[in-house]
Each structure stands twice: as C-alpha cells, then as structure tokens.
C-alpha cells in the first residue's frame, strides 16, 4: 500500500529502549509485542544487536528499538555493542532509560551518562522489576531523578513498572501513544521486525544455548547461519536450516556437543520449537560446532553477526 493511501488517523512513534545489561530492556519490549521475539536470559548482555519490534495500537504504531546493554569495557566486541545501543537512539522519537530498582540508582545514572557518549533526545526513565521491590514506593525516586536530570537533562518524566505483574505497563503504553504523531506506519503487512527470520533463528538458537550452558561459555559462543533454503510446494518442512555454533577453544567444542551429542540435541531441539512457532510451520534445523579461535576479534565473523566496526574500533588487526 502508498503511504499516502494509509488512514488519515494513522500515527506512529519510534521508541529505543536503553539501559545496562540485563535491566529488562528485551522482557519490557516482548511483553508489548505479546511474544518472546527478543531473546531474554538470566545472563547478561543477551542481546547484541539493535533491532525494531513493532506492535500496533490501535492507530498507533510503535517501533520499539532493542539495544544491547550500556557496558564499560574495552573489548573490539563490546566497543561494537555499545554502538549499537548508540545507533539505537538515532532517530528514537523517546528514549526510554531503563533503570534496575534492585541496583544502586544514582550509579546507573552516571555509567549511562559515561557510556552514551553523545546529546540524548527526548528520554524518559523507566523503572523496571518493581515486582522484586515491593517498598519501592518508600524509595525517593524523586529526588534520584531531579539529580539524574544534571547529568540527563532532557529527562521529562519517570515511571516504574514490572513485566512480571505488569504494573504501570499500560500506562506507560498509553503514554507512549499519547505522544505519537500524526504520520504514516512503516511497517505494513503483519511484519514485526527490521531483522528477517533468518536472524531470529540465529538468535533463538544462541538463546538455548545461553540457557544451557552454563558461567562463561555462552559469551564464547556465537552462531551462524550456514544454509537457509525454503522446502518445495508441498514440503511439509518450509524451512530447511543449517547453523554453526561457534566456540572460541577446542576445549569447548565437547562441551556444547555434551555426552553423546545430548547437549546440542537439546540446544537444538528448543530452538526448533521456537523458530517453528516463529514462521507457523515444521522446519529442519541441523546443528553442528566449529571451533574458531578468538572469533570474538575476528571481522569476518563479528559482520557476519551484524556487529560492523564501531567508531572506536582498533583500525589495525592483529593476527593472532
Ligand atoms: N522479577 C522481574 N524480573 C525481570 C523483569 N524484567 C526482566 N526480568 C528478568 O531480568 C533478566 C534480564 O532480562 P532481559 O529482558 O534479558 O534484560 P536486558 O538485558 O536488559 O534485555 C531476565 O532474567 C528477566 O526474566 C521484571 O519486571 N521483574
Ligand atoms: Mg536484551
């Protein structure tokens, strides 16, 4: 459809969702959308890449940006997540500064100032997993956001909200649409995302493997897409899908197959299920490990991952 063929009432805003790892940026944007289509873990920093979620409300679209975690490092790879949260506030029409109640606030407000490095548009601070924190209403939140707003000045107001009992998320969806403008919807059509299915499948696959296994290991770990082929008309399978989890040590390379091959089966039978319920049909997925050494500094696979250099990136590689 022509944009200027939309309804005369058609609205839309775009929204980044910013913040520290593991504050609940992916669970908040899931929970609106009604599905898990960012990938959630106890772990942190989950999410690597900036992406759109889209949900409609009414008239109203809202595209959410997904952002990995603010995070102090150093690291080639961390440099390229930061960016990423960085670009994930161009063009954001509101930013939400998502701020941990159960962590020490005044210091969340100061490692984002450090962290994003560049002039803030419109932000508001939202709170999150005010479930874990029943006396919240005793914190002095006010005077935390009158002193967030010397460092953040472009901070017009603060919520606090839970996904897990869902308080104030309907506020703060409303607030959201309130503040919308008159425009057209960029995505049409069902779609939901910026990233294809071919990106979902690789991050839902890396979301199983976070879930099982366990300390270090998941951020060792990083997979790519091998094949992708479409099954015949007809084919009950609709997706014929072939991926690579890569590790950073030979050593881990059992570990992920597990004993007898278990651990991979399961890494790949929960993704299966999920990409399945993502594209509504049965699909084959085949699984294997490659061990590619300090991948992690590797170009190639950090591009392949959706990760390109950051402006702080190192301009000269080093073999290793
Ligand atoms: N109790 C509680 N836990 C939450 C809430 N939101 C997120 N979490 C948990 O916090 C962890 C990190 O969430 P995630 O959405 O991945 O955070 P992100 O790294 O900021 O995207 C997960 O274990 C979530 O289940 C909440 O409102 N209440
Ligand atoms: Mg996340």
Request: hydrophobic letters at 40%; proline letters at 5%.
């Amino acid at each position: 459809m022509l944009l200027e063929d939309q309804h005369p009432d058609n609205k839309s805003i775009m929204v980044a969702v910013l913040g520290a790892p593991n504050v609940g940026k992916s669970s908040m944007i899931n929970s609106f959308i009604g599905m898990d289509l960012s990938i959630v873990t106890q772990k942190p920093q989950t999410t690597r890449n900036k992406f759109h979620c889209v949900c409609t409300v009414d008239r109203t679209e809202i595209v959410f940006v997904d952002t990995p975690g603010l995070h102090k490092s150093s690291n080639e790879i961390n440099k390229r997540y930061n960016q990423q949260a960085l670009e994930g506030a161009d063009g954001a029409d509101v930013n939400l500064i998502l701020i941990d109640l159960g962590q020490e606030i005044k210091g969340q407000f100061s490692e984002f100032r450090e962290l994003f490095k560049k002039p803030i548009g419109p932000a508001w601070v939202i709170f999150t997993k005010s479930d874990l924190i029943p006396e919240w209403p005793t914190l002095p939140l006010e005077v935390a956001i009158e002193q967030a707003k010397e460092i953040i000045p472009s901070i017009e107001k603060h919520l606090v909200v839970s996904t897990k009992t869902e308080e104030n998320m309907n506020e703060l969806i409303g607030a959201i649409c309130d503040s919308a403008e008159a425009g057209p919807h960029f995505y049409e059509g069902g779609e939901i995302s910026n990233k294809n299915q071919r990106f979902f499948a690789t991050e839902f696959i890396r979301e199983q493997a976070f879930n099982l296994l366990n300390d270090e290991l998941p951020y060792e770990v990083a997979v790519l897409i091998e094949e992708y082929k479409d099954g015949r008309k007809g084919d009950p399978v609709i997706a014929y899908i072939s991926a690579s989890i890569i590790v950073n040590r030979p050593s881990q390379r059992g570990i992920v197959v597990g004993s007898k091959g278990s651990m991979i089966k399961e890494i790949g039978s929960r993704a299966r299920m999920k990409i399945e319920a993502m594209i509504g049909g049965q699909i084959h997925l085949n699984l294997h490990v490659k061990v590619m050494p300090k991948w992690f500094k590797n170009n190639f696979v950090l591009e392949e991952i959706g990760l390109p250099r950051a402006n702080t990136s190192a301009r000269v590689w080093k073999k290793k």
